[in-house]
């Protein structure tokens, strides 16, 4: 482990990089505090050992200005001083947080226990952070436990820790390497704020079950979600059909044969990674049987209803309220009672030619 040393005294410097030396410490020797802090930052030290008096500032400033980095990893903090302390002494380098001390004429046996103590507490303390920045994810549907032992998306969950909010889609990579074609050529046009003023209630929303879900969990799990989004369409004042093409292998027929009747003209599909090679061939079917459909990827709960809500209400301003205007993404999730769900359709049930 490296420690750093800041100590001005020629002699009792020597005497210290000698015994660290020994005790098989890499040892980052400095004079003052400029140059202690400058090695801190230059070779991330996690041990240092200060004297209190040093030139530019002294050790116990040297020691704030280490516990005021942030996102830095710990430093373990021991101050070398040419006395005893006093009681009122030790409470107030402690609360600047300093970790231990050390009395001069160094105590070679005194520095071995205080080194020990110190790698205990820093790889504690990596060990803590580490658990602390896995997140508990589960294996199946990769939803993320959160602390009152619930599961929620991803999304959702670091958007409740923190003010980051998503936005999905397709990069250029992930287009071409599962689809061979550039991604603007698959995304289709989406809803943007430069977009022909659109109403509420002439808009038809047909969400679309991806066909790569085989399992009954995984389809149950898929379901509720997208029955939760067209909740949340319908409050806002859409209509909405749904196709359900999961576990089927004719899905471009299938959507052939839908798209022949069916008067929706936005579609929504979730495009999570495992569903990503399969998203992308409906969307080229899609816009084989309908060109003008703009198309939606992305994550049911964020994608669908930001970009048929929220930039809808951002183009057309508030307007008259109805059942559901004024309320986030977030509460426009929970479905209201009594919703009726309109145009569904089960893909292998669908009409075949005669």
């Known amino acids: 482990m490296k420690v750093l040393i800041a100590e001005d005294d020629r ?29 801190l930052g230059r070779t991330n030290a996690r041990i240092v050992v200060s004297d209190w008096v040093i030139p530019d500032f002294d050790g116990l400033e040297l020691c704030r200005r280490v516990r005021a980095r942030k996102g830095a990893p710990y430093v373990y903090f021991i101050l070398l001083t040419g006395k005893m302390l006093g009681a009122g002494h030790y409470t107030k380098t402690m609360e600047e947080g300093v970790d231990d001390f050390l009395t001069k004429p ?28 896995i997140l508990p994810m589960c294996a199946y549907c990769r939803r993320i436990r959160n602390a009152r032992g619930g599961y929620q998306s991803l999304e959702d969950y670091v958007s409740d820790k923190t003010p980051t909010q998503f936005s999905h889609g397709v990069c250029p990579e992930c287009a071409k390497s599962t ?27 047909c969400l679309i079950t991806p066909p790569s879900i085989f399992l009954l969990d995984e389809r149950v799990f898929m379901t509720l979600g997208i029955l939760r989004v067209a909740a949340a369409l319908e409050t806002a004042g859409h209509e909405v059909e749904m196709l359900d093409l999961s576990g089927i292998e004719n899905y471009e027929e299938v959507i052939r044969l839908h798209m022949k009747t069916s008067r929706a003209t936005v579609f929504g599909l979730t495009s999570t990674t495992p569903q990503m090679p399969a998203a992308f061939r409906v969307t080229q079917a899609l816009h084989a049987a309908k060109p003008e459909a703009r198309i939606i990827l992305g994550g049911p709960h964020i994608t669908l209803i930001n970009a048929a809500y929220k930039g809808e209400l951002a183009r057309n301003g508030p307007g008259p309220r109805r059942q559901g205007d004024g309320q986030d993404a977030r509460d426009l999730r929970r479905p209201g009672p009594g919703r009726r769900r309109g145009g569904g359709v089960r893909g292998d049930q669908a009409r075949r030619p005669e």
Request: aromatic share 2%; proline share 4%; net charge negative.
């Open 11 to 39: 002699t009792s410097r020597a005497l210290l990089q000698g015994s660290l030396l020994k005790l098989g410490y890499e040892v980052v020797e400095t004079a003052s505090g400029d140059a202690a802090w400058d090695g």
């Open 106 to 133: 160094l105590d070679v046996d005194a520095l071995r226990i205080r080194l020990r103590v110190a790698e205990r507490i820093v790889m504690l303390t990596e060990r803590v952070q580490t658990l602390e920045g």
């Open 179 to 205: 689809s061979g074609t550039d991604v603007k050529d698959i995304t289709g046009p989406t809803l943007t704020a430069q977009d022909p003023p659109v109403t509420m209630s002439q808009m038809r929303v």
